[in-house]
């Protein structure tokens, strides 16, 4: 009896065998693209820049000036699965929430959103676009252009800037990886936490009512300094009660993000500043200051103002505690507050 041909890339003809060898390098390859195409993840993940991110303005090739600004950045931002288009993996970026250290002990706060892109046919590419405000800068676009890169992810590893560092430009190398769950910490508001709106200065008009505030959000640990321990505060979801003075019933949603600082060194003193989006308004600044308290951290007690210096002035009188994690979100899961 003739035996059978064996079937396989070693008994099949030279043409055949180097067919399947490509077709196993490619498959190869692929396999190594990072997918999330095929999980179910719709989830909010938060992210934490690391070392080496930094910030740089100035002149770069080709041309040549004097002028060059750097610094180091740490923050976070939050990243949510948007879909597959087949080749890539999309995320929604948003809450952007930095901070740009100077050489000069100056702060530059920077905040926005955008989109974020990884995946691939045969080489892993990503591409990272944000429209960011730069400290008092109107709000620009920044983008990463399609490049190689996107191996390591979850990690993000990606330059960003307005011109492709071309001459005079404003640059972001952003390092981050998603924060550990043990590292998130959400907080819920305690029934005391008030808004309240009023005039100040030259303007005369009665104060409106102290409204109950109700909802959460997360501090996220950044580092700490021989005086304080520094903190991301995301995910504000709060719900301020209708005015009891108008004919509508409405509760005002507050969103935002921000940071929080806690230590001292002879007295502990703490500090909140947050960019919040009160209702339909513009987004604003609200800031405690640096002022005494946090010796009962981890509870928060402080109070948060915006327009200083303007008629009308908007205070909250935040009161929160650690709240238990959710299971499915990076913020706590509350119900609707009953005012």
């Given at each position: 009896?003739?035996?059978q041909p064996?079937v396989?890339?070693?008994?099949?003809?030279?043409?055949?065998?180097?067919?399947?060898?490509?077709?196993?390098?490619?498959?190869?390859?692929?396999?190594?693209?990072?997918?999330?195409?095929?999980?179910?993840?719709?989830?909010?993940h938060?992210?934490?820049?690391?070392?080496?991110?930094?910030?740089?303005?100035?002149?770069?090739?080709?041309?040549?000036?004097p002028?060059?600004?750097?610094?180091?950045?740490?923050?976070?931002?939050v990243?949510?699965?948007?879909?597959?288009d087949?080749?890539?993996?999309?995320?929604?970026?948003?809450?952007?929430?930095?901070i740009?250290?100077?050489?000069?002990g100056?702060?530059?706060?920077?905040?926005?959103?955008?989109?974020?892109?990884?995946?691939?046919?045969?080489?892993?590419?990503?591409q990272?676009?944000?429209?960011?405000?730069?400290?008092?800068?109107?709000?620009?676009?920044f983008?990463?252009?399609?490049?190689?890169?996107g191996?390591d992810?979850?990690?993000?590893?990606?330059?960003?800037?307005?011109?492709?560092?071309?001459?005079?430009?404003?640059?972001?190398?952003?390092?981050?990886?998603?924060?550990?769950?043990?590292?998130?910490h959400?907080?819920?508001?305690?029934?005391?936490?008030?808004?309240?709106?009023?005039?100040?200065?030259?303007?005369?008009?009665?104060?409106?009512?102290?409204r109950p505030v109700?909802?959460?959000?997360?501090?996220?640990?950044?580092?700490?300094?021989?005086?304080?321990t520094?903190f991301?505060v995301?995910?504000?979801?709060?719900?301020?009660a209708?005015?009891p003075t108008?004919?509508?019933?409405?509760?005002?949603?507050?969103?935002?993000?921000?940071?929080?600082?806690?230590?001292?060194?002879?007295?502990?003193?703490?500090?909140?500043?947050l960019?919040?989006?009160?209702?339909?308004?513009?987004p604003a600044?609200?800031?405690?200051?640096?002022?005494?308290?946090?010796?009962?951290?981890?509870?928060i007690?402080i109070?948060?103002?915006?327009?200083?210096?303007?008629?009308?002035?908007?205070?909250?009188?935040?009161?929160?505690?650690?709240?238990?994690?959710?299971?499915?979100?990076?913020?706590?899961?509350?119900?609707?507050?009953a005012?």
């Amino acid at each position: 009896m003739n035996a059978q041909p064996r079937v396989g890339i070693f008994s099949s003809s030279p043409k055949s065998r180097w067919r399947c060898i490509l077709m196993m390098v490619v498959l190869g390859v692929l396999s190594a693209v990072p997918s999330l195409a095929q999980t179910t993840d719709t989830g909010e993940h938060i992210y934490r820049l690391g070392s080496p991110s930094t910030f740089q303005r100035g002149c770069f090739a080709p041309c040549l000036c004097p002028v060059m600004q750097s610094g180091s950045e740490e923050g976070t931002f939050v990243l949510t699965a948007g879909g597959t288009d087949g080749l890539f993996n999309k995320y929604v970026v948003s809450e952007v929430n930095w901070i740009v250290a100077l050489p000069s002990g100056e702060t530059v706060r920077v905040t926005g959103s955008g989109s974020f892109k990884v995946g691939g046919e045969f080489a892993v590419q990503q591409q990272l676009s944000l429209d960011l405000k730069v400290g008092n800068d109107p709000v620009e676009h920044f983008d990463s252009g399609l490049v190689a890169g996107g191996g390591d992810f979850p990690r993000i590893d990606i330059t960003i800037s307005i011109h492709g560092q071309y001459c005079y430009d404003t640059v972001f190398h952003m390092e981050a990886a998603p924060v550990p769950p043990e590292e998130i910490h959400p907080y819920r508001l305690l029934p005391d936490s008030t808004f309240q709106q009023g005039c100040s200065g030259p303007c005369a008009c009665a104060p409106g009512a102290q409204r109950p505030v109700r909802g959460g959000f997360t501090l996220v640990e950044l580092g700490n300094d021989p005086l304080f321990t520094r903190f991301a505060v995301v995910l504000v979801k709060w719900l301020v009660a209708p005015d009891p003075t108008s004919a509508t019933s409405t509760s005002t949603p507050i969103t935002g993000a921000g940071s929080y600082r806690v230590g001292g060194e002879v007295a502990v003193e703490q500090q909140m500043a947050l960019d919040l989006k009160v209702g339909t308004l513009s987004p604003a600044i609200f800031d405690s200051g640096l002022v005494p308290g946090g010796q009962n951290f981890p509870r928060i007690d402080i109070r948060m103002t915006s327009g200083a210096g303007s008629c009308v002035t908007t205070t909250i009188d935040l009161h929160a505690k650690p709240a238990r994690l959710s299971t499915t979100s990076a913020a706590p899961t509350l119900e609707d507050p009953a005012f």
